[in-house]
């Protein structure tokens, strides 16, 4: 005798089964508490609830987490059997087997279905009037075919009307009655799906973006954060997307019933017999007026500021599609109140340091990868998401921050103390979110907290009491100029006195300390004695630990030796990033993998003038190692920034620079080019090729460069004419070239005074915590004469061919000091001399440009001792003994621009080989 389902069925008090997202559980439990109901947890996605028809409704009006809101109808265990399986397993290259005992189904699945779906009278459910359909979800564990499964139960409900009644209700889409099926390796159930379709769906979704975050997970991450709880002031999403978050806030906020959003004949219990239409109607009635009240309430609030709602995203079709969803949603009337921009996560701070609120909840769904390109980058973004939020809110001294991620150690980069995290689902995707109150003091460390918060100490050592001394005296100097001027890296010694032949540098909370390779005639172990003294003053005058200090020593660098990574025994601390604040710019700074940190502190002020010149600029930065200069054109509005550099790791150092500040890198120009252009090539090759103009240049090359990816060799004394030349033709009529370098003895040749105006800026480029009488750098400020752009052409070949004698002869000392002949011999005694005396030089030794590419010495490596030397070297003959320049076979070329195109016109070649002596770069202006 088939059994009658809802033969006891109460509307006062029967159960229901709600299913939600795997994760969403407990946000369902808080959502239940709301409505003064106990849920209990069956399993993932699975909530048992005891009702009434009037707490029913009321689920079905107002819930945001749940999918769907099932009525049991009953439950059918499979017949299991005993299956010895073996296990293969693999460890070490050696595979072992064991035998274990396993359960699995000792019956056809689709006949047990049918068989258990027969066991039900449905004509007692609904009639042959009455459409319906079966929905069944198999676990991934259960091996069937589910389309013949599902009809199998479809074909136990037409039989049993067949049977009873001589005919059989129709199958439907849209049907009055929702039968839902699922099935495991252990059991299977039946349900009446009393939702009908699904209760994540609103209607406001007119509008998508890539990867769209569903509504009711949306909502679930809301009761995660506490923002049911109304004591949030604000709600600010910086990359809202197509505005999910925004609008499920306010929706929660006004109490709006999003079951109303779907249309009578969605809801599965409309012709169910149970149903109490009366009762429905008057809980829905109630629940419109009292949104529309609550409406009303926050329309006030939001014109008059007591509560804000902020919308950013730095994609124009996203705002779109939020302001497309806010409109279709039942938020209308209020929309024009929520504050909706197209703003780079990069700018986002302006807007933030404005807001007047009390405690405000940022939440977001930064893109996993799909909006921003490439995943490298992603990490940084959230680094940098963090920090945005941290520093921009700063003044409000309370807020909390929630943020999805798709991996767990994204998440572990945000400031969020004591951090609650929930894994879940959005769609198949596994998701983190990562909530809790934003940590202001993570950020704090960057903002110059070592000197700032500086106070002298009383320290009695007498072994290094000079060097305590005169440490302190520094850090009160520089302490008002910092806070002043928001510094928050800084030298603060830098060998002043001869026994403490260290460099000291502070990047926010963290202290580098170089040490420089002590004179032969010191004892190793007395320079040791002395260093470890300095590094104990150190740890007593900042009171700061071990970790906190990063040492490296500065030797002398031969060939390649110059450019290698430093060898941790500590794998762990390898490739270890850390952020550096300047001007507004946060910046990666590695203190144990390199000679150099990725961050010169000495061009800070130089950088500063590149940001402030930028602003609807195209943006050209030469030698562009990691990219800091072109991170700060960008966040002073340059209109694009192309950085050109040999070395692709660096570039790819500069690109999570950019991430780090929120700057997109797929952003695009109004021409649809990109915005922002990273270029692996030699900087000689890109001047000759490239044909674009630029309003702002800045070249900060390498004193001296023997690469092998550069075919040839750099020396900034003796080629910044042509260097500067070719940059120049690049540089548009009112634009300014920022030209800087570390050879302590440059002199700007009078060929580039003579053809261009030159400014020297090296005073205004030199911070106050480096020596302005020893400058660390040359600078200088070079624009066109009365804005009148000349191209110049180039007599000289060096740049078009290789230096083969003088790279060979480098390359023979590199390798182990070899010497091969006399010529090798004369060679190295002029490369030793020059060489040693370079390197007595304290500030020239104060700043070492590392770089992967192996072409970028930022320390003068080769000095001539007389001009006559300096002369055969600049003229391409005698670079070391006499050789003649290689020549190259290529016809000499000279570029006109007519009518907007270059035209290649060959050189007369008896003209140019006039004189059997080389010329010196030597450029003239075209006709």
């Known amino acids: 005798?088939?059994?009658?389902?809802?033969?006891?069925?109460?509307?006062?008090?029967?159960?229901?089964?709600?299913?939600?997202?795997?994760?969403?559980?407990?946000?369902?439990?808080?959502?239940?508490?709301?409505?003064?109901?106990?849920?209990?947890?069956?399993?993932?996605?699975?909530?048992?609830?005891?009702?009434?028809?009037?707490?029913?409704?009321?689920?079905?009006?107002?819930?945001?987490?749940?999918?769907?809101?099932?009525?049991?109808?009953?439950?059918?265990?499979?017949?299991?059997?005993?299956?010895?399986?073996?296990?293969?397993?693999?460890?070490?290259?050696?595979?072992?087997?064991?035998?274990?005992?396993?359960?699995?189904?000792?019956?056809?699945?689709?006949?047990?279905l049918y068989e258990f779906a027969s066991r039900y009278d449905w004509t007692s459910m609904f009639g042959v009037d009455n459409t319906f359909a079966i929905r069944l979800s198999t676990d991934k564990r259960l091996s069937v075919n589910q389309q013949f499964a599902t009809l199998r139960i479809k074909d136990a409900v037409a039989d049993c009307f067949n049977e009873k009644l001589g005919k059989r209700p129709n199958?439907?889409?849209?049907?009055?009655?929702?039968?839902?099926?699922?099935?495991?390796?252990?059991?299977?159930?039946?349900?009446?799906?009393?939702?009908?379709?699904s209760l994540h769906k609103r209607g406001y979704r007119v509008a998508n973006t890539d990867a769209p975050l569903k509504e009711n997970l949306a909502s679930a991450l809301l009761y995660e954060c506490?923002?049911?709880?109304?004591?949030?002031?604000?709600?600010?999403?910086?990359?809202?997307?197509?505005?999910?978050?925004?609008?499920e806030a306010l929706l929660m906020k006004t109490a709006y019933p999003v079951g109303i959003d779907k249309k009578a004949s969605d809801f599965g219990f409309y012709h169910w017999q149970y149903h109490d239409d009366n009762l429905w109607q008057t809980l829905a009635n109630t629940a419109l007026n009292n949104f529309h009240a609550n409406l009303v309430r926050l329309e006030q609030e939001l014109i008059k500021g007591d509560f804000i709602a902020l919308a950013l995203d730095a994609n124009a079709h996203a705002v779109r599609a939020c302001h497309k969803?806010?409109?279709?949603?039942?938020?209308?009337?209020?929309?024009?109140?929520?504050?909706?921009?197209?703003?780079?996560?990069?700018?986002?701070?302006?807007?933030?340091?404005?807001?007047?609120?009390?405690?405000?909840?940022?939440?977001?769904?930064?893109?996993?990868?799909?909006?921003?390109?490439?995943?490298?980058?992603?990490?940084?973004?959230?680094?940098?998401?963090?920090?945005?939020?941290?520093d921009g809110l700063r003044h409000v001294g309370r807020a909390d921050m929630a943020v999805l991620a798709s991996y767990i150690e994204h998440a572990d980069t945000l400031p969020i103390s004591k951090p609650n995290t929930l894994k879940c689902h959005n769609g198949a995707l596994s998701v983190y979110f990562r909530h809790g109150a934003i940590d202001f003091t993570k950020t704090d460390r960057l903002m110059h907290e070592l000197i700032v918060n500086f106070h002298k100490k009383e320290i009695n050592h007498p072994d290094s009491q000079e060097f305590i001394n005169r440490l302190q005296k520094n850090i009160i100097n520089l302490k008002k100029h910092a806070q002043k001027n928001h510094i928050s890296n800084m030298r603060i010694y830098d060998a002043d006195l001869p026994n403490y032949n260290v460099a000291i540098d502070i990047y926010g909370d963290k202290i580098h300390v170089q040490e420089y390779a002590p004179p032969k005639q010191i004892p190793a172990?007395?320079?040791?004695?002395?260093?470890?003294?300095?590094?104990?003053?150190?740890?007593?005058?900042?009171?700061?630990?071990?970790?906190?200090?990063?040492?490296?020593?500065?030797?002398?660098?031969?060939g390649n030796d110059q450019y290698t990574k430093n060898i941790k025994e500590d794998n762990q601390k390898s490739k270890k990033m850390y952020v550096a604040y300047e001007h507004g710019a946060y910046l990666y700074v590695n203190f144990t993998d390199y000679l150099d940190t990725g961050l010169f502190i000495d061009?800070?002020?130089?950088?500063?003038?590149?940001?402030?010149?930028?602003?609807?600029?195209?943006?050209?930065?030469?030698f562009a190692y990691t990219c800091t200069a072109?991170?700060?054109?960008?966040?002073?509005?340059?209109?694009?920034?192309?950085?050109?550099?040999?070395?692709?790791?660096?570039?790819?150092?500069?690109?999570?620079?950019?991430?780090?500040?929120?700057?997109?890198?797929?952003?695009?120009?109004?021409?649809?080019?990109?915005?922002?252009q990273f270029i692996a090539t030699d900087v000689f090759d890109w001047l000759k090729n490239n044909t674009e103009q630029f309003e702002v240049i800045f070249i900060d090359p390498p004193t001296f460069s023997n690469s092998k990816k550069f075919q040839g060799t750099f020396d900034v004394q003796r080629d910044h004419v042509a260097l500067i030349s070719r940059a120049m033709n690049r540089l548009a009529p009112n634009g300014v070239l920022y030209f800087s370098n570390n050879f302590t003895k440059f002199v700007l040749d009078d060929e580039i005074k003579s053809r261009y105006e030159v400014t020297p800026i090296t005073d205004k480029t030199i911070g106050v915590d480096f020596n302005l009488k020893k400058p660390i750098h040359q600078s200088f400020k070079i624009t066109h004469k009365n804005q009148i752009m000349r191209s110049y052409e180039f007599e000289s070949t060096f740049f078009d061919t290789v230096n083969d004698h003088w790279q060979d002869e480098i390359t023979a000392y590199n390798k182990k000091g070899e010497i091969k002949h006399s010529k090798d011999r004369a060679f190295k005694?002029?490369?030793?001399?020059?060489?040693?005396?370079?390197?007595?030089?304290?500030?020239?030794?104060?700043?070492?440009?590392?770089?992967?590419?192996?072409?970028?010495?930022?320390?003068?490596?080769?000095?001539?001792?007389?001009?006559?030397?300096?002369?055969?070297r600049q003229t391409g003959k005698d670079r070391f003994y006499d050789n003649e320049p290689v020549k190259s076979d290529k016809p000499k070329m000279r570029y006109e621009k007519i009518d907007g195109k270059l035209v290649a016109t060959p050189i007369n070649n008896a003209q140019a080989n006039q004189s059997n002596q080389p010329k010196k770069y030597v450029l003239k202006p075209k006709s």
Request: net charge positive.
């Open 603 to 622: 061009h800070r002020n130089i950088r500063e003038m590149i940001k402030n010149a930028s602003r609807g600029k195209h943006v050209l930065n030469l």
């Open 226 to 247: 506490q923002w049911h709880k109304g004591e949030h002031t604000a709600i600010i999403d910086p990359m809202c997307g197509s505005g999910t978050l925004i609008t």
């Open 325 to 390: 969803n806010l409109m279709a949603s039942a938020l209308a009337p209020i929309a024009q109140h929520v504050r909706l921009e197209q703003r780079s996560l990069a700018s986002t701070k302006e807007v933030l340091t404005k807001i007047n609120t009390a405690y405000p909840l940022v939440i977001t769904n930064p893109p996993y990868g799909e909006r921003l390109g490439e995943s490298d980058f992603i990490k940084p973004l959230y680094h940098g998401l963090g920090l945005i939020m941290a």
């Open 525 to 558: 172990d007395v320079a040791k004695s002395r260093f470890n003294l300095v590094l104990s003053a150190i740890r007593k005058i900042f009171n700061v630990q071990r970790e906190s200090i990063f040492i490296k020593t500065r030797m002398r660098q031969s």
């Open 171 to 197: 199958v439907d889409k849209s049907p009055d009655f929702h039968i839902y099926a699922h099935a495991t390796n252990e059991l299977a159930e039946l349900y009446l799906d009393l939702s009908g379709t």
């Open 1 to 112: 005798m088939p059994k009658i389902p809802f033969a006891d069925f109460t509307p006062t008090a029967f159960d229901v089964v709600i299913t939600c997202a795997d994760g969403l559980e407990n946000a369902l439990l808080v959502e239940l508490d709301l409505f003064a109901l106990v849920g209990q947890i069956v399993r993932m996605g699975r909530v048992r609830v005891n009702v009434s028809l009037a707490d029913f409704y009321k689920i079905c009006l107002y819930s945001r987490v749940a999918s769907r809101v099932l009525l049991p109808i009953g439950e059918y265990y499979f017949r299991q059997k005993t299956q010895t399986i073996n296990q293969v397993r693999e460890n070490g290259g050696q595979k072992s087997i064991r035998t274990i005992e396993t359960k699995v189904i000792d019956e056809d699945v689709p006949t047990a």
């Open 630 to 676: 072109s991170v700060h054109s960008a966040m002073g509005g340059a209109k694009s920034v192309t950085s050109v550099d040999l070395s692709a790791n660096y570039l790819n150092w500069g690109k999570q620079n950019f991430a780090l500040n929120g700057l997109d890198l797929t952003a695009t120009t109004s021409d649809n080019t990109p915005k922002y």
């Open 829 to 872: 005694k002029s490369f030793d001399k020059s060489f040693d005396k370079s390197f007595k030089d304290k500030s020239d030794n104060s700043r070492f440009k590392k770089d992967d590419r192996k072409d970028s010495f930022k320390k003068e490596t080769f000095k001539n001792n007389d001009k006559k030397s300096f002369d055969k």
